[in-house]
């Protein structure tokens, strides 16, 4: 019998979708293209039709509005026009619950502020691996760097996807992920790696990434803007064995390589270590 002392738990908006769906010998393979439906949805694509989700995921009518049908009453899509959907309003309270509980972007508001000030007129940012996507958590500093008589806007908002094989921020978490998933990646997106300049095969990928883990760190200079320059170095649990994220310094390109190296470098290891004895 339940306690009625006790609060009933609210049910999660993925168990309200999925007691939706019906029971397939694939197990969760419904609720895996359930949310595939999710992915459709982008800043260029923020409006979904349920036209679009048959002919890019390729669903029949009565199975894309059974979708939809679920993911609304979960509260993860809200009808914005007739046969059209937006992300709905459990996204938004997903996402306060994030800002408020989620261990990483605690500590990035506990230990950037410091390192921000540390170096004026730059950004200090945290981001991590989200399957195979590297994101944004945290920033900290100006919207804008100021370099050469004028100002350069960074965009690195919270949320903000990047590039997963270029730049100093994703390099340094890829480089270190155990070798099997670097192996994955290398056999799914090889044209990307190479055009990255990462290499051509798989020993060369390799080496590269070998070497950055030695170094333990990643600088770029003029990578994406030839008057930026970045730093960035892993966030590795306490374990010493998994890669949570990584740190990095975004400044412009005359200030950094006017300053020492190695003092800009210990700097952002130390905050890593205090990142990650956060998390613990």
């Known amino acids: 019998m339940p306690d009625a002392s006790r609060p009933a738990l ?23 293209r359930l949310l595939d439906i999710l992915d459709l949805f982008s800043v260029e694509c923020p409006v979904v039709r349920v036209d679009d989700v048959q002919a890019r995921l390729g669903y029949t009518k009565s199975t894309a509005y059974r979708y939809v049908k679920a993911l609304c009453d979960a509260g993860l899509l809200a009808p914005a026009a007739t046969g ?33 000030a540390a170096v004026p007129n730059s950004m200090v940012l945290i981001c991590s691996l989200y399957r195979d996507k590297v994101l944004c958590v945290h920033k900290e500093g100006p919207e804008a760097i100021a370099t050469e008589g004028g100002a350069i806007r960074i965009l690195r908002a919270r949320g903000l996807p990047l590039p997963l094989f270029q730049g100093a921020a994703s390099l340094v978490i890829l480089a270190h992920l155990p070798q099997h998933r670097t192996r994955s990646l290398f056999l799914a997106r090889q044209a990307e790696i190479a055009a ?19 170094d333990g760190h990643v ?5 994406f803007n030839r008057h930026l320059a970045a730093l960035s170095v892993p966030i590795i649990a306490r374990d010493g064995e998994r890669v949570v994220g990584s740190l990095t310094r975004i400044m412009a390109a005359p200030e950094f ?16 270590v205090a990142t990650a004895a956060k998390l613990s």
């Open 219 to 223: 600088t770029t200079v003029g990578r």
């Open 84 to 116: 059209a959907y937006s992300l709905g309003p459990r996204i938004v309270e997903l996402d306060r619950l994030m800002r408020l509980a989620d261990p990483l972007l605690q500590a990035g508001e506990a230990v950037l502020p410091a390192l921000a």
């Open 10 to 32: 609210r049910r999660s908006p993925f168990r309200v979708a999925a007691e939706a769906l019906p029971a397939t010998p694939r197990g969760d393979g419904s609720i895996t």
């Open 257 to 272: 390589l006017a300053l020492s190296h190695d003092a800009l470098l210990a700097q952002l290891r130390n905050g890593a």
């Open 196 to 214: 990255a300049g990462l290499g051509d095969d798989w020993p060369g990928v390799r080496s590269r990434l070998a070497a950055i883990r030695r």
